[in-house]
């Protein structure tokens, strides 16, 4: 499996990151909106934009749902198993960590370590949640928020697929940046492994342990 976590959202027309395997006309991308599920109709209004990067790319595209998947998580492996590549949207990285332990995201993407050219991307809170933990991120988003349809108690739980926390949108022409200073600075005086992104900025990994 390969890793492209990046701060912001990748833009049609820039250059194909090098971290993707080369395009085979067959591939299939996953997109999750779920980290914008508290935002009501804003939430829908990025897969479009995503979509047409991502084809841009070689990929053809559908939206993942992880909600399909509260109810019945025993299916997501296989949902998986039919896409070559999973992009995972910015928006709470509270949320979307909720979203992924409800649904048993981390158990089914364990499934598809194998892959070599399976790519786990995301941005943002995307690319959040596949540290340690969120800690340093609740300078950043608000970590009691459980849109409708998330039952109570559900712990936001990361993937763990690199041992440093990411902290978005540093020293960025963004709104979030102040915050994220102070996350980082929070890290930095704890002695937290993390890495800091500005906009622009991605990380590839080209295959895990």
Request: glycine share 10%; charged share 25%; proline share 9%.
């Amino acid at each position: 499996m390969r890793l492209l976590l990046s701060s912001w959202y990748l833009k049609p027309g820039t250059d194909r990151p090098a971290v993707l395997p080369p395009p085979t006309g067959t591939a299939r991308a996953g997109i999750v909106l779920n980290a914008l599920d508290a935002y009501g109709p804003s939430r829908n209004r990025n897969l479009p934009r995503e979509m047409r990067t991502w084809e841009s790319f070689g990929y053809a595209c559908e939206e993942l749902d992880l909600r399909d998947h509260f109810s019945a998580p025993d299916g997501l492996a296989a949902r998986l198993a039919t896409l070559d590549l999973v992009w995972v949207l910015g928006g709470n990285a509270f949320v979307l960590a909720r979203a992924m332990t409800r649904s048993r995201f981390a158990d089914a993407l364990r499934e598809q370590r194998h892959r070599p050219d399976f790519v786990y991307g995301g941005f943002s809170a995307g690319a959040c949640v596949t540290g340690p933990d969120l800690r340093g991120i609740d300078l950043i988003d608000d970590p009691d928020v459980h849109p409708d349809g998330y039952p109570a108690g559900i712990e936001p739980s990361c993937l763990g697929l690199v041992p440093f926390r990411i902290v978005p949108h540093w020293r960025s022409d963004h709104p979030e940046t102040a915050d994220a200073e102070r996350a980082a600075a929070h890290l930095t005086e704890a002695g937290l492994s993390h890495r800091c992104l500005s906009d622009g900025d991605t990380i590839g990994i080209p295959a895990l342990p």
